[in-house]
């Protein structure tokens, strides 16, 4: 039986087509740079659709985002999860840092691409991932890419450095409120948001708390400085305590501390701080933004004691056991209703407190009379806060023995680095070393320790001179002795109120005077 051969005709194998996708990005959104973004979509577009052996999926881009990390690309980061999900074979994109400026981002990306048999394209600098020579050229660009942005990011904080230092205040206009960029590119004040800043002020010193403030502006529908409805405790303490209100800067308060990372520190020292007075329109007079800054630190040691509902909270203290007085109602229901201040601790000891309870209406004639007392003689009161806070305000004499100080530090740690060195290179033997060592750590640290205490010094001055100038300024505001009282005035003069057993009651002011009224 003869075999039949049937020859049986396939059709021709169609070669797979590369699933191509092209990546563009641009590290600014200026206009130049807009017009490249746009020309890269357009190009790596018609670029893969030419190549007939190529299947075009699509451009993935970024725009307006900087390239030193791969974390906030948005448009890098779905094109890696298509292609590890097996949409894309191969990308193209213009240069090694066009894809990343992070040697680590760039390197990582690249392996796990490359574990997954999926290639990179660089044009500009003709490396394919896939060849044995793609990973040893990737490292040696990448890492040409990375110094190039440090030397960019260097270059930046150089200017803003340079700026401050010239005294040029800039400000974040869209969440600072009360400012808006002029005409000239400076500063100048939005009449209606520096109300909102005024009331916000004002309401503080009026005694009433950050929580009681923020709900008020929520009720009154005034949106935050970032145009939010929710007023956060942060933001009404960062108003009450931003010095640029009263019309001054202190520049570089942070610091950038990694240029890949983009972490910010706040800088205690380790780069310079500029203070600029005068460098734009203030929103608050400067000595009402003293007397707030008083206030602040008072509540501050107050904590929780402080609240909103009266102006007495945490001020009245008992003559026996050292306690804040607490307020009490009596006869809540009827017309003889009345508040009265009593030891919070009197039936809470042992030993029951023995000084008496005080009403809040005698509380308030007793301060005006002490007050009368207090400015009995106007002229020479104002005058003798004006000497001190003069006084306060000069610390020249400080500020140098501070930089000999420093300059001794520095000096001493040079010495310390050399006698280690010294000791290494066995230049000294083991006990020459140690008594050197030892001899010069506690020169160091006594030297640290004046240091400090200088430093402290120069603090508790700065401190006292804005204490007096808030005192002042609501002096200042007085056409006459009060003859009712006055919330702002009683946060302002008085530090605390002592209530003695013998029914004295002593009214110490900020300034530290006494004043001695009987119940």
């Known amino acids: 039986m003869e075999r039949v051969v049937q020859k049986v005709k396939f059709p021709p194998i169609q070669p ?6 092209g990546y563009a990005r641009v590290s600014t959104d200026s206009d130049e740079q807009f017009t490249s973004y746009t020309a890269q979509v357009d190009y790596y577009t018609s670029y893969i659709k030419r190549n007939p052996d190529w299947e075009f999926v699509d451009v993935y881009t970024d725009e307006g985002i900087s390239g030193v990390s791969t974390k906030n ?8 999860s298509d292609a590890l999900a097996g949409k894309i074979d191969l990308i193209v994109t213009k240069s090694v840092s066009r894809f990343a400026r992070n040697t680590v981002d760039s390197l990582t990306t690249v392996r796990k691409l490359k574990e ?7 044009e500009k600098e003709n490396i394919r991932t896939l060849d044995s020579k793609g990973e040893l050229l990737i490292t040696i660009m990448s890492s040409l890419a990375q110094e190039e942005s440090r030397s960019i990011s260097e270059n930046v904080t150089w200017g803003q450095r340079k700026r401050f230092a010239d005294g040029k205040v800039s400000m974040p206009y869209k969440q600072f409120l ?4 002029g005409s000239d590119g400076l500063p100048e ?12 002020y004002r309401l503080f010193m009026a005694g009433k708390t950050i929580g009681y403030i923020g709900k008020l502006l929520e009720s009154e529908g005034i949106p935050t400085p970032g145009g939010k409805t929710k007023w956060q405790s942060q933001t009404i303490n960062s108003i009450l305590t931003n010095e640029k209100y009263k019309g001054s800067a202190l520049l570089q308060k942070t610091y950038t501390v990694d240029f890949l990372t983009k972490t910010m520190k706040v800088n205690e020292g ?4 500029y203070y600029v007075e005068c460098s734009h329109p203030a929103i608050i007079e400067p000595s009402e933004w003293e007397a707030v800054q008083v206030e602040v630190a008072r509540r501050k040691k107050l904590g929780r004691r402080h609240d909103c509902f009266t102006p007495f909270s945490g001020k009245v203290i008992c003559g026996d056991c050292g306690g804040v007085y607490g307020s009490k109602i009596w006869h809540s ?26 009403d809040e209406e005698i509380l308030k004639e007793r301060f005006l009379q002490a007050v009368s007392e207090y400015m009995a003689d106007p002229e020479e009161r104002i005058e003798g806060l004006r000497s001190v806070q003069r006084t306060m305000s000069c610390t020249d004499f400080i500020d140098v023995d501070i930089e000999e100080k420093e300059a ?36 160091y640290e006594s030297t640290k320790g004046g240091y400090e205490s200088l430093l402290d010094r120069r603090k508790q001055m700065e401190a006292t001179a804005i204490t007096f100038s808030g005192i002042l300024f609501r002096l200042a505001e007085l056409p006459q002795i009060p003859m009712e009282f006055n919330e702002t005035l009683w946060h302002t003069l008085v530090d605390h109120v002592t209530v003695h057993s013998d029914e004295r009651i002593v009214f110490t002011f900020t300034d530290c005077t006494e004043i001695i009224t009987m119940l």
């Open 73 to 80: 690309q948005e448009g890098f980061n779905r094109m890696i």
């Open 116 to 122: 997954n048999g999926i290639e990179v394209y660089f």
């Open 178 to 181: 009360g400012y808006r960029k």
């Open 270 to 273: 380790e780069v310079p701080q």
């Open 408 to 443: 001794e530090l520095e000096l001493l740690s040079g010495m310390i680095r050399n006698c280690v060195m010294m000791n290494a290179s066995a230049a000294l033997t083991e006990q020459e070393y140690q008594a050197q060592y030892a001899e010069l750590t506690q020169r």
């Open 333 to 358: 229901n009827s017309k003889y209703r009345r508040v009265i201040w009593q030891c919070n601790r009197k039936f809470k000891n042992e030993t029951k407190c023995t000084t008496p309870h005080v």
């Open 189 to 200: 004040i939005d009449p209606e948001q520096a109300e909102v800043v005024r009331k916000i």
């Open 16 to 21: 797979k087509l590369k699933r191509v996708a």
